[in-house]
């Protein structure tokens, strides 16, 4: 994948638009291989507004994502680290959307 990395949370941000100047980061963890992970940011990618930018980030890189989300992932998480999406408590697409069209407004 075409992504850039976030040096300081060692986070790839996946590729999309980004044309917006306010731009709001949400995190998707993940880890390398997993399908559930890659079909979720499949489907929802291509939907979300430019001024939400995803960071895929490794679950295990800190202990405290680990514990608390390790065995639930895909978990997405928004700019204040509330748990918008996790694999053992889905959500429907759409609420997630309702929630990025939001983001471009703060």
Known sequence: IGASVDTTTRCAVVPGRRNSAEVTRWRLLSRPGCHLCDEFLDELTPQLPASVR????????????????????PVLLDAADRVLYAADAPVPLEQI????KGAGAE
């Open 54 to 73: 995803i960071e895929r980030c490794h679950v295990d890189e800190h202990d405290a994502w680990r514990v608390a989300f390790g065995r639930r992932i």
């Open 97 to 100: 959307l309702r929630v990025a």
